[in-house]
């Protein structure tokens, strides 16, 4: 069992004013079994009257209409949760996470690689496998931030050989559903300072298992998860649209740090 204080911070400043700002949100952690918040303090600014609602996947939902004008927009959540793994619930699994999704889609050369995955990876667990998967796509893809953008599918990262946390993440799902293994996309913070993480979740025996294909590692109780989908298009954490605005300056700083649990 983990104590995590964790913090996410969002500013988008505008070259104009921005009107009819309507925006959603998915920077809030889940609450559940295994991921207990103890404490969470919201500041949104502007902001005119917040809603908190759901998504289909169970995300938790920040959304609002900003009408008067304003050149700068700001979120700022911080809080402090309790994560034990141990008490993980069953969960009915979603056909959904079988099949391929909007970025997920093999092509030729991961059909190709594929092809060399799949005799490592018969009569393997879905543990099993996802250590093979993360193995061998650490000896073929490299992490290169700005080789590749938000919209770049998992085919599109795997034939330049480079990418970041959401390629490896789209990669690794594409390949995994690919063998039979159900997979979802999750977006959070992990221990440290940084931008928010992607990394994965595999099913098996009614329990989702967190695995970093970019870290090359399992996750442990030392990731605060915030939102889970078919894929980045599920996940994304800001969605707004407006009128006016110009062009926009964004910065988000987002944390999480381990506390001693025997003095909290």
Known sequence: MKILEFSYAMNIKFSEPALRHCFSLRCLPFDNSYQNLREMFIDISPHN??????????????????????????????????????????????????????????????????????????????LEAS?????????????????????????????????????????????????????????????????????????EQGLWYGVDPTNHKFVDERYLKLSHGRDFSDCSVNRGVLIGGGTQTQSIEARVKVLDATKV
């Open 131 to 203: 250590e093979i998967l993360m193995q061998k796509m650490e000896e073929r893809f490299s992490y290169v931030s700005g080789a590749t953008n938000i919209h770049t599918t998992a085919e599109e990262a795997f034939q330049l050989g480079k990418g970041v946390c959401q390629d490896f993440s789209h990669i690794f799902l594409a390949l995994a559903r690919e063998n039979g293994i159900p997979a979802r996309y999750v977006v959070g913070i992990p221990e440290g300072i940084g931008e928010t993480h992607a990394w994965v979740e595999v099913y």
């Open 49 to 126: 009257c917040l809603t908190e609602t759901s998504d289909g996947f169970g995300n938790r939902i920040l959304t609002d209409r900003i009408t008067e004008a304003h050149s700068e927009f700001s979120v700022f959540v911080t809080g402090t949760a309790e994560i034990n793994l141990d008490l993980r619930e069953p969960e009915p699994l979603s056909g959904i996470y079988k099949y391929p999704s909007k970025f997920t889609h093999i092509g030729e050369q991961l059909a190709a690689f594929q092809a060399e995955l799949k005799p490592l990876l018969e009569n393997k667990s879905v």
